[in-house]
């Protein structure tokens, strides 16, 4: 099993931004493709980003290309999202995901989970 612990969400005023941090535990962590999700009240968890494990091979939603970026530390064990020019419409639980194989689009793919960490912009 792989466990995950998302930290660095918080409070932001738009065009502000933050920096998301997942730590793993358990398996080696470079055996794992990661993603970032989020999921806002009364809509399902959406895809925000994917990783390859080696850390070459990035995906991106069309909403975030371009204020988003993705990137991990195999030898710390984290996984990270880099967030600017915030908008309120990225207000929502943040989430990283775990799988193994090649990183997807789809939550369902995703074998392991952490709790999340809110991330608010306010306008």
């Known amino acids: 099993q792989v466990q995950l612990v998302e930290s660095g969400g918080g409070l932001v005023q738009d065009g502000g931004s933050l920096r998301l941090s997942c730590a793993a535990s358990g398996r080696t962590f470079s055996n794992y493709a990661m993603g970032w999700f989020r999921q806002a009240p009364g809509k399902e968890r959406e895809f925000v980003a994917g990783l390859s494990r080696n850390g070459i091979t990035t995906y991106y939603a069309d909403s975030v290309k371009g204020r988003f970026t993705i990137s991990r530390d195999n030898a710390k064990n984290t996984l990270y999202l880099q967030m600017n020019i915030l908008k309120p419409e990225d207000t929502a639980v943040y989430y990283c995901?775990?799988?193994?194989?090649?990183?997807?689009?789809?939550?369902?793919?995703?074998?392991?989970w952490g709790q999340g960490t809110q991330v608010t912009v306010s306008s």
């Open positions: 995901g775990a799988k193994n194989g090649i990183a997807r689009t789809s939550a369902r793919e995703y074998e392991y």
